[in-house]
């Protein structure tokens, strides 16, 4: 997993945790890419990727002082409140968190991270908040299972990584919010590339209406159990 840092002051003041960003570049794929917004201080936001495609790699490949069209803050992010929040993200799923840290802790809140991945050489090194837990399918460190069965029970449930991680925590923390990945076209509500279907029947936009959604608004048997982002 690779950070990319790019100055975009307008964006840094003002995004949220779960708020993401759709990146173009001249020479890129015909549609931008979205990222989540993983740091932002002073003039600069993060986000943090792996090559999975032509997008990817070209990002990765970009040198110091080249150009990309940043839009956003986009989407709808975390609502965070209770005095006690747990953040919980698989693989690329944290790219949300170190936002969401960084607000649950500015409202007074204590922080558990949970994080989880197949095995440890796949754990994601930067991890903040008041108790840092690892998980690894494998055993391989810290605790054996998944994140969603290593977090304890805490007021306020956020979690970021694949459909079916985030269909379990559905399961145990009905309120928890969820991060969804989809396909995205347009990234500003135009396009309906990134239709989520709802428990209460129809479609929803990611890109507007989400991708922040409360867990068992989404009806998880309708979408893939993993996409890439975060495997
Ligand atoms: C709200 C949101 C936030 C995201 N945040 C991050 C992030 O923080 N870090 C990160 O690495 N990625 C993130 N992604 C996913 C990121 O947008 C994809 O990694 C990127 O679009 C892949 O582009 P590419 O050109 O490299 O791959 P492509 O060449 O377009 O595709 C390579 C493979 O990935 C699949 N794919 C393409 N786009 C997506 C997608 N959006 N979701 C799932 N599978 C896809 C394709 O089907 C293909 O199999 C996010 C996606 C969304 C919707
Ligand atoms: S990506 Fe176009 S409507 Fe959401």
Redesign the pocket.
């Known amino acids: 997993m690779f950070v990319l840092g790019m100055r975009a002051p307008e964006i840094a003041a003002s995004v949220r945790a779960g708020q993401?960003v759709n990146l173009g570049w001249a020479g890129g794929?015909l549609l931008r890419?979205?990222?989540?917004v993983?740091r932002a201080e002073g003039d600069v936001i993060e986000?943090?990727?792996?090559?999975?495609?032509?997008?990817?790699?070209q990002l990765l490949s970009m040198e110091p002082g080249d150009i990309v069209s940043c839009l956003g803050p986009l989407?709808r992010g975390f609502e965070i409140s209770g005095s006690h929040v747990a953040l919980i993200s698989g693989g690329?799923g944290v790219?949300p968190m170190p936002l969401a840290a960084r607000d649950a802790i500015a409202a007074g809140a204590r922080v558990t991270w949970i994080h989880g991945a197949r095995t440890a050489d796949e754990l994601c090194a930067e991890a903040d908040g008041d108790e840092v837990v690892w998980a690894t399918d494998d055993g391989s460190r810290g605790f054996h299972g998944t994140a969603v069965a290593a977090a304890p029970d805490v007021d306020l449930v956020l979690a970021c990584g694949p459909n079916r991680m985030l269909a379990a925590a559905a399961e145990r923390w009905p309120d928890a919010q969820v991060a969804v990945?989809?396909?995205?076209g347009c990234g500003t509500g135009v396009c309906l590339g990134?239709a989520v279907p709802l428990a209460r029947g129809g479609y929803d936009r990611?890109c507007k209406e989400g991708?922040v959604y409360r867990a068992a608004d989404i009806k998880w048997s309708m979408l893939p159990a993993n996409?890439?982002?975060v495997a």
């Open positions: 993401f794929p890419r979205p990222f989540s993983y986000v943090v990727l792996k090559a999975v495609g032509v997008g990817t790699a989407g690329l790219a990945e989809t396909y995205m990134c990611a991708p996409l890439h982002y």
